[in-house]
């Protein structure tokens, strides 16, 4: 592997639920890979905590076969594997008792970056903060990283800030949107504030619409007690959506630092206009001939949690008003794609004649997979025969354009992890921002529970409903296809 990173600071990283599902899958097997990019320095420490009773042998184990199960063929080296797991151990800890805390605090090194990854469900960060600091471990310079669901809505997003607020400042937690540590959205900045030639036209003045999609094929899987509970409104559109729809349409900041960036973030939120019931169509996925329906997935026959939302969003502000943000995401559907289209307006007038007629440019950003940037243009035909006009795609593939470079690319919990320990928290979310989140999507939810809204059915491997097509055909627009 191609290594041009700067190691962080000495750690020790504390991850409470270090035996659960997203450490498996995704926080440990991340982690050896920034061990093997060099990023990680020599004196860093992981430590699991949970509530089981492991010695370190049985975790490095558990970790070992993590690595084998969810890390790619390359990264698997056998002396680079035993040298991660030396520097991992475990303790037996009860977030609601005191086992394993003082141990635990003993285990910590002086002078060395302190950080909390709570990978538990949010029932827990109370307890998990008291005894932090409890147990003297919540100093100024400790870090606490939380994971979503941030709340279910405002009143409990609050809550938890309210919680969280009681032993650590704002400076310290680090609330995960893991879409923001995709490469391609934060290349969605450098596009957009790198570069002089989007900016001028970035309005309402020459953008007709955008569109937000955010496709997967994967049903919910062994997650229906939680999904169901929240759905795809709670599930993706509060946080990962709202997020895109963020740096898509926010103001430059003065600079690319985290209160910077999250000012704008917030005002866009708050300048979002409460959604209309005709302008939001809700979905559940049938079955086919390999997989269950939606409501045997959740085991309720008569569930009307949306495993699809599409809606049609507007923001009043100067820049946007009369530019309409269409979002939409579902599971089981035609391909695992995410992207976002930018769809200028036409030329004002045809020099070439009604018959070739007006074209609009579109800007694709593709966040997965495949990451790149995709602009189509218009040119002439080649060849004799006048001036036939047709449309081209300036298509970048990121993995194309930087060759080896790109194939290195931190996975988006990779990149989060070693931003906590940086310190930065531009990557992540501020606690005004998830309320004012929440405070927009509240009223959207209460809105259909109230008029006893069903989801409407769509087949599995579709594109959603037939009245999500309609929520733009009406319009006199179309959505781009699923496809990967
Ligand atoms: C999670 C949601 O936050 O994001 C899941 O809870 C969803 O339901 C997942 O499948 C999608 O993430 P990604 O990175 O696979 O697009």
């Given at each position: 592997m191609v290594s041009r990173v700067i190691p962080v600071d000495p750690f020790d990283l504390v991850i409470f639920g270090g035996t659960g599902d997203l450490a498996r899958r995704k926080i440990l097997p991340g982690l050896y890979r920034r061990f093997l990019s060099g990023q990680m320095p020599d004196e860093a420490r992981i430590i699991a905590a949970a509530r089981s009773e492991h010695d370190d042998q049985e975790f490095r184990d558990f970790v070992r076969a993590a690595i084998d199960e969810f890390g790619s063929p390359e990264i698997q080296i056998p002396d680079q594997i035993d040298a991660f797991l030396d520097r991992l151990s475990y303790v037996?800890?009860?977030?609601?008792?005191?086992?394993?805390?003082?141990?635990?605090?003993k285990k910590l090194r002086k002078k060395v970056v302190h950080a909390f990854y709570f990978s538990v469900g949010p029932g827990l960060f109370g307890d998990l903060a008291d005894r932090l600091h409890h147990y003297g471990m919540a100093d100024a310079d400790a870090r606490i990283v939380v994971e979503k669901p941030f709340g279910h809505d405002l009143a409990s997003a609050r809550e938890l800030n309210e919680t969280l607020a009681r032993h650590f400042d704002e400076g310290q937690i680090y609330r995960i949107d893991h879409y923001l540590g995709k490469e391609t959205v934060q290349n969605l900045m450098a596009v957009r504030f790198g570069n002089i030639l989007f900016e001028p036209l970035w309005n309402a003045q020459y953008i007709d619409h955008i569109q937000i999609t955010v496709a997967e094929t994967v049903g919910v899987g062994g997650r229906g007690a939680y999904y169901d509970k929240s759905g795809a409104m709670r599930d993706m559109v509060q946080n990962h959506l709202m997020q895109l729809l963020c740096?898509?349409?926010?103001?430059?900041?003065?600079?690319?630092?985290?209160?910077?960036?999250?000012?704008?973030?917030?005002?866009?939120i708050r300048a979002l206009d409460p959604v209309e019931p005709a302008e939001i169509v809700r979905g559940q996925y049938g079955a086919d001939e390999d997989h269950a329906d939606y409501l045997a997935d959740v085991e309720d026959r008569s569930s009307r949690t949306e495993s699809f939302i599409a809606l049609k969003v507007h923001l009043s502000n100067w820049?946007?008003?009369?530019?309409?943000?269409?979002?939409?995401?579902?599971?089981?559907?035609?391909?695992?794609?995410?992207?976002?289209?930018?769809?200028?307006?036409?030329?004002?007038?045809?020099?070439?004649?009604?018959?070739?007629?007006?074209?609009?440019?579109?800007?694709?950003?593709?966040?997965?997979?495949?990451?790149?940037?995709?602009?189509?243009?218009?040119?002439?035909?080649?060849?004799?025969?006048?001036?036939?006009?047709?449309?081209?795609?300036?298509?970048?593939?990121?993995?194309?354009?930087?060759?080896?470079?790109?194939?290195?690319?931190?996975?988006a919990y990779e990149r989060l992890i070693m931003d906590v320990i940086r310190g930065n928290q531009t990557l992540f979310m501020r606690g005004d921002e998830v309320e004012a989140a929440w405070a927009w999507t509240d009223p959207v939810i209460h809105g259909w529970e109230e008029r006893g809204d069903i989801p409407r059915g769509y087949d599995p491997g579709s594109s959603g409903p037939e009245d999500a097509l309609m929520l733009m055909h009406r319009d006199g627009r179309r959505w781009r296809e699923v496809k990967a």
């Open positions: 037996t800890v009860d977030a609601r008792g005191d086992q394993g805390w003082p141990e635990l605090a740096l898509i349409a926010m103001e430059p900041p003065s600079h690319f630092d985290p209160d910077a960036v999250r000012d704008e973030k917030l005002k866009v820049r946007w008003k009369g530019t309409p943000f269409y979002l939409r995401t579902g599971k089981r559907l035609r391909a695992r794609t995410s992207e976002i289209a930018v769809v200028f307006k036409d030329p004002p007038h045809s020099i070439f004649g009604p018959q070739e007629g007006r074209r609009g440019n579109v800007l694709v950003i593709r966040l997965q997979p495949n990451e790149g940037i995709n602009l189509r243009v218009t040119i002439k035909e080649p060849g004799p025969g006048g001036m036939r006009l047709v449309e081209v795609p300036l298509d970048m593939s990121f993995k194309e354009a930087l060759g080896p470079d790109a194939e290195d690319i931190p996975d």
